[in-house]
């Protein structure tokens, strides 16, 4: 998931400004900020370069975080599995 809709409302900037900047469509934007579609990795820079020329100062990073960095698992107990669960 990208950080695309987080940092342009912390801009004030709307879908169709952020869309004229990249020079897509408004529904484009709308699309990628709920995750329905991903952009290819040279629309992903274009993003990231629409962001910082409108006011952000963000990374690739920043707007497009690694999704295996965090699994939501740091600090937690991994369990070996139950004996007997698949037939064993």
Excluded: Y
């Excluded at 020329?53 to 600090?75: I, S």
């Amino acid at each position: 998931m990208s950080n695309i809709k987080q940092i342009r409302m912390s801009l004030g900037i709307s879908q169709d400004a952020l869309a004229a900047e990249i020079g897509v469509t408004q529904g484009a934007i709308a699309h990628f900020e709920a995750g329905k579609r991903t952009p290819n990795i040279n629309m992903c820079w274009k993003i990231v370069k629409a962001l910082n020329q409108l006011g952000a100062k963000c990374t690739f990073d920043d707007v497009f975080p690694d999704p295996q960095e965090d699994c939501g698992t740091e600090g937690q107990e991994v369990k070996p599995p139950i004996k007997g669960a698949n037939g064993e």
